[in-house]
Structures are given as structure tokens and as C-alpha cells.
């Protein structure tokens, strides 16, 4: 594999779990303590905001690990085909 | 008349809703400006440099098309239609985006060209490439003002923000971040929104369906959808897929199914996911041949999926909501039509805190969309109008500059067609069919032109032409009644009926005119190109089975079948 060095676009996936882990707080929140017997009727019995957020924390955990675990770079020759950077 | 409606889909956002939305807008504008970094050279700007990993271009792929359109047209579908509806997904967008990932790919991205305009430079030369340049360059700003009017008609329905307001303010963060950060941005943005949207979509699935009572529940209570008095979709046409009268207005089920099968499934979606630049430019971004090839492949899977919930909870809207229960037993009072149904659904399940998601997402679909217009259109206009015949020859960061101030003359344009359209709406709906008519005469040219070397540059230029004129005229003819098909069968005929008129014109043409020397198709025609060439690297980061293009392909077609089979 090639030499490395940091990639010049930033990585999405950071991205992806700071918006995620920001809506999923969020959401948990309103859901443990905002939600009136109105709202869950409304959603037919289910604590949606609390499932959706517990989702969205999980989901921001994904993105954070793997992004952590498969790091972003790309080689020092961008030769078609041959760049040596793994992320999927 | 509209007053009503404004009345009934106001939604009561409260301050959480908005904070959620203003925290994805700082995102878009965050991530324009990070990407801006990036940008040194036009292909930069313009194909993000050829340097996007496979995942990122292949849900790219799939948002940029989702947008208004989709999600509206789709949900209403599933609302007025039933399981037909699916065929779009399955019948339509996954063979067309497995054949490009598979066949096509390797010449787009194999040749170099920067843009699906340009490849036709190279297979036929000017003539079809100024047809298809500028008919594209037109198509897309115009059809970005349709993505900004709906854009603002929801921000207008749903928080009661003025038209004109929505419409500057949507318009400026889009151009904003797309002048910036070039594609890069574009892409990014449409990813998150891929996921915003999901995250919207699913809890209305499952949440009305729990309230429905479940899949039988809803196979219970769906209604048959009466139009004058008659019944125009029994129950039983909306709850299988086939043959899908309903869904085309053809009266002969053969008939229907072979509307589905070759106007649907072969031309319109073929002509949109193969030769759609707006599309096409998300696999050209990609790093590598192996990643382009990926790219729609990666996509197919979550489109597949997403079908299942943006049509079910289209069926579902029309059992839950009251207003929408009128409008399909044809005793609606004119207040709402399918195309709320998503509103609706969002205005009757969602509590605040999701319903801030929801908004959010319907608005960065809405952007997303109108920001893959404007990407596509910077770059066609720049390199296959502006470098290829006005200013030749100039350093490349001129290039860069002339995107970039196209891309704010984009917006402009759009927010005028936008305000035009906010005055004729019909007139949008009319030229939105129109553009989709010349991707199905595209189809048939970039397909004869790949595999038949024969083909000469005279008849790549005619044949869109004709294709799409007849397109035209075929359409015309059923809005003045001569042909009386009603549903979307009209659509699928005319598109039929560009394709099999592109082929026989390219081919009669072809017959007596002179081809271009072999030398010059190298790369461009199947049988001059040497295999390796149309071959990719797979070792490193592209090796292992499951990144095979043929594995991926093969795979989303076998989840296809299963689920056309489930859904029969």
C-alpha cells in the first residue's frame, strides 16, 4: 500500500454522527420528558421521539466506530483505480 | 379555494422543530464551506475530482433524485394507486440503474468525459452534442424552479412563511453552498439528506401501520378509488401489483402489462437512470472505475427498499386521513388532492420533535433536488456550451470562475421560473412531462451508438430529434383527446413511441450517410473498445467478492424478484 497522508476532503461519516447523535439526544430528550398523553395517542400508543432517538444515538455510534475503526486517507500517488484509502 | 388548505395542513412546529431544522442548515452551509477547501481545479469543482468513495456517489445517486417529484408524486401514487405504484422501483429504476453500473458505466467513465453531453461530442460529434447540451442546460435550471416552488409552497403550507420568502431565502443557502463547495458540497448535502429522509419515512411506516392495524389491517380497510361516480381502482387492482390497469388507464391487461414492462420499465426509466447527466455525474465523481461502477449498483439496494416506505404510507394516508378517505371515495371538496398525502400523514402521526424531522427532511429533499440541478447544469453549461463553442482554450481556472458565476445565473433563473410557476402551476407540470421526453429518445441513441459502429453522427443528432418530437406529439395528442388514455399510461406510450422512432430514424439515416473513421471510437463502441480498457482494477480497496459489480448487480435483482413476487 501507498505512504499516506491526511485526505484532502473532509470525512463525511464525522459528519453523519455529529448531526445524529445531536438529533438523537434531542429526540430521547422530548421523548423521556416532553411527551403528553396527546402526543402518543397521535402515534397511536408508540413513544416515537424516544424509539427514533434511541435509533439516531445507535446510528451516530455506526458512523462514529466506523469511521474511527477505517480511518480516511488516501494514497500519495492518485493513480486511476489503484488509491489505497478503505472506508467501505 | 386554497385557503382551506392552507388552513388544514398548517403544522404546529414548536420551537424544537425549528431548532432541529436550523441545526441542519448550519450543516449544509458548514459542509459548503469545508468543501470549498477541496476545490483547486474545475474538475474539482465540477466531478469533485474524481475522488469519492463508492458508498458516498451511490446514496448521492439515489437522493439526487429525490426530491419534490418523488416524494409527492410517489406517496400520492401509492395513496390513488396501491402496490402498482411499486413498479416504478422495481420494474422501472433497478434494472435501468443494474444496466449502468454493469454495461454503461465502463464507457462513461472509461472515456474520460466529464459530462453525458460530451460523450456524445465524442460518438457523433456537435450537432447532437449542441442538441443535447443545450435541451439539457434548459431542462435543468427550469426544472430547479419547480423543486424551488414546491419547496416554498410546503414551507409556505406548513409554517406560513411567505412564497417570496421561502423562495429567496431556499434559493440563496443552495447557492450558497453549491458555489462553494462545488459537487463535493452537492453530494455530501444529498447524502444527509438520504439519511434525514429515512429517518422521516420509516417512523411513518411503522407508526401507521401499527395505527392502521398492521399489514392486514391495511389490506382491510383500503378503499376502492372512485373517480365520477365509477369505480376507477378496485381494492383488489390496489393491493396487487399486476397487471396495473389502474396505474396505466390501458384497458387490455396484456396491453397494461406490456405499458409497465417496455414504456415504464425499458424506455422511461432506462432513458432517465442511464442518460440523466444529473445522475450520471454522481457515478463520474466516484474515485475509481470499480467505485463508478459501484455507484448506482449501491444505490438499487436502499432504492429498492425505500419504495416499500414511501408507497405504503402513501396507501396508508388514504386510509387514516379523513380528508383524503373523501378524496378517493370522489366526495372531496377540491381542499386537499394525493399530493398532501405526505403532509397529512406528517400532520396526523408526528408529535414535535419528529415532526421537526420530518419538516427538515421534505425541505432538504426539496434543496437537495434543486442543488443536483444546479451542479449538472454549471457543469454542462461550462464545459459542453461555454469551453466546447464560446471561449475556447483558456487556462482552467477560468473555467472554475465561469462555474461558478453560472452557477449563481442558475439560481437566479430558477427563482424566476419559480415565481412563474408559483402564477401557472400547470404550465410546470406540463414542461416537467416535456423534459422527461427527451431522456427517452437519449436512451435509444446512446444505446445504438455504444453497439452498432455503423451509427453516424447525422443520425445521433436527428434521431433525438425526431425521438423526442414525436414524444411530443404523442402527448399532445392525448391532452387534446384524440388518444384517450388517462393515468400515466400516456406517458409510457410516449416514451414508447420516442424510442422506436430514435431507432428507426438513427438507423435509416445511419444507412445513408458516412460513419466517423473506427480509429476515432475507440472507447466509445463496444465492439473498437479492447476489453482491458473496459475493465477495472480490482485488488486493494476494490478487491473481494461483494464488491464485484456482476455479485452486486445479480444481488439486487434477486431482492427485486423476491420482493416483486411478495407483492404480486
Same mark, same amino acid.
Given at each position: ?6 485526505a484532502?476532503l ?64 488516501v494514497p500519495?500517488?492518485t493513480e486511476d483505480g489503484a488509491s489505497a484509502e478503505?472506508d467501505h | ?46 466531478l469533485s475530482g474524481r475522488s469519492l468513495p463508492a458508498?458516498v456517489t ?51 467513465y ?173 457515478a463520474m465523481s466516484a474515485k475509481s472505475m470499480s467505485a463508478a461502477?459501484r455507484t ?55 408529535? =414535535? ?7 427538515? @427532511?421534505?425541505? #432538504?429533499? /426539496?434543496? $437537495?433536488?434543486? *442543488? !443536483?440541478? +444546479? ?102 395528442? =392525448? ?7 388517462? @393515468?400515466?399510461? #400516456?406517458? /409510457?406510450? $410516449?416514451?414508447? *413511441? !420516442?424510442? +422506436? ?36 482494477d480490482?485488488?486493494?480497496e476494490n ?26
Amino acid at each position: 500500500m501507498a505512504e499516506k497522508k491526511k485526505a484532502g476532503l473532509f470525512d463525511l461519516r464525522g459528519i453523519l454522527a455529529l448531526l445524529f447523535a445531536v438529533y438523537g439526544v434531542i429526540l430521547t430528550g422530548m421523548g423521556l420528558f416532553a411527551t403528553s398523553q396527546e402526543d402518543l395517542d397521535k402515534a397511536a400508543g408508540i413513544n416515537i421521539n424516544l424509539v427514533m432517538g434511541l435509533v439516531m444515538l445507535a446510528t451516530a455510534l455506526v458512523f462514529f466506530g466506523w469511521a474511527r475503526l477505517r480511518p480516511l486517507a488516501v494514497p500519495v500517488t492518485t493513480e486511476d483505480g489503484a488509491s489505497a484509502e478503505s472506508d467501505h | 379555494m386554497h385557503y382551506l388548505a392552507d388552513a388544514d395542513l398548517r403544522l404546529d412546529a414548536g420551537p424544537i422543530d425549528y431548532a432541529i431544522l436550523i441545526i441542519y442548515f448550519a450543516l449544509v452551509l458548514g459542509i459548503g464551506a469545508m468543501a470549498r477547501r477541496s476545490v483547486n481545479s474545475s474538475l474539482d469543482f465540477f466531478l469533485s475530482g474524481r475522488s469519492l468513495p463508492a458508498w458516498v456517489t451511490g446514496l448521492a445517486f439515489i437522493s439526487a433524485n429525490l426530491g419534490a417529484v418523488e416524494i409527492f408524486g410517489m406517496t400520492a401514487n401509492g395513496a390513488q394507486y396501491g402496490l402498482p405504484t411499486m413498479h416504478y422501483y422495481w420494474i422501472g429504476a433497478i434494472p435501468a440503474m443494474v444496466f449502468l453500473g454493469l454495461v454503461m458505466m465502463p464507457f462513461y467513465y472509461g472515456s474520460k468525459v466529464r459530462s453525458v453531453p460530451e460523450f456524445l461530442l465524442r460518438r457523433f460529434g456537435r450537432f447532437a452534442h449542441l442538441t443535447n447540451g443545450i435541451s439539457f442546460a434548459i431542462a435543468q435550471v427550469l426544472i430547479a424552479g419547480v423543486n424551488l416552488f414546491a419547496l416554498a409552497t410546503v414551507v409556505n403550507l406548513l409554517l406560513g412563511w411567505p412564497l417570496w420568502v421561502s423562495i429567496v431565502v431556499a434559493s440563496a443557502i443552495v447557492l450558497a453552498y453549491t458555489s462553494l463547495g462545488g459537487l463535493s458540497a452537492a453530494v455530501y448535502n444529498e447524502v444527509m439528506q438520504f439519511f434525514v429522509i429515512v429517518a422521516m419515512l420509516l417512523p411513518l411506516t411503522f407508526v401507521g401501520l401499527h395505527k392502521v392495524g398492521g399489514w392486514q389491517g391495511l389490506v382491510d380497510k383500503i378503499a376502492p378509488e372512485v373517480k365520477g361516480g365509477e369505480v376507477a381502482g378496485s381494492t383488489a387492482d390496489q393491493l396487487s401489483s399486476w397487471p396495473a390497469m389502474n396505474l396505466t388507464g390501458i384497458g387490455s391487461a396484456t396491453l397494461s402489462v406490456l405499458g409497465v414492462v417496455f414504456g415504464l420499465g425499458f424506455v422511461l426509466s432506462f432513458g432517465y437512470w442511464t442518460t440523466n447527466f444529473a445522475e450520471v455525474q454522481r457515478a463520474m465523481s466516484a474515485k475509481s472505475m470499480s467505485a463508478a461502477r459501484r455507484t448506482p449498483l449501491i444505490g438499487a439496494y436502499p432504492k429498492t427498499l425505500i419504495a416499500l416506505i414511501i408507497i405504503i404510507p402513501g396507501m396508508i394516508a388514504a386510509v387514516l386521513v379523513p380528508e383524503l378517505r373523501a378524496v378517493k371515495a370522489g366526495t372531496g371538496d377540491g381542499s386537499v388532492t394525493y399530493n398532501e398525502s405526505i403532509l397529512l400523514l406528517i400532520r396526523d402521526l408526528l408529535p =414535535n420533535g419528529m415532526l421537526g424531522i420530518g419538516i427538515t @427532511g421534505l425541505l #432538504a429533499a /426539496f434543496m $437537495a433536488g434543486m *442543488a !443536483a440541478n +444546479v451542479s449538472s447544469f454549471n457543469t454542462v453549461f461550462t464545459y459542453d456550451i461555454w469551453q466546447a463553442y464560446v471561449v475556447k482554450d483558456k487556462p482552467d481556472d477560468y473555467y472554475l470562475k465561469v462555474g461558478r458565476m453560472i452557477t449563481v445565473v442558475g439560481c437566479v433563473v430558477a427563482i424566476g421560473t419559480a415565481f412563474i410557476a408559483s402564477t401557472f402551476d400547470n404550465i410546470m407540470d406540463y414542461l416537467q412531462t416535456l423534459f422527461g421526453f427527451f431522456n427517452a429518445p437519449l436512451f435509444a441513441t446512446f444505446i445504438l451508438g455504444m453497439f452498432w459502429k455503423r451509427m453516424t453522427p447525422l443520425a445521433g443528432g436527428l434521431g433525438l430529434i425526431m425521438g423526442t418530437a414525436s414524444a411530443v406529439t404523442v402527448d399532445t395528442l =392525448n391532452r387534446v383527446g384524440v388518444l384517450d388514455l388517462a @393515468g400515466q399510461g #400516456a406517458s /409510457f406510450v $410516449a416514451a414508447s *413511441a !420516442a424510442f +422506436v422512432v430514435d431507432i428507426a430514424v438513427s438507423v435509416a439515416v445511419s444507412l445513408v450517410t458516412k460513419p466517423k473513421p473506427e480509429s476515432e471510437l475507440r472507447g466509445l463502441v463496444w465492439s473498437l473498445t479492447p476489453r482491458d480498457q473496459l475493465r477495472h482494477d480490482d485488488t486493494g480497496e476494490n478487491a473481494g467478492w461483494f464488491r464485484k459489480p456482476v455479485v452486486l448487480g445479480a444481488g439486487v435483482l434477486a431482492l427485486t424478484v423476491v420482493l416483486n413476487i411478495i407483492f404480486w
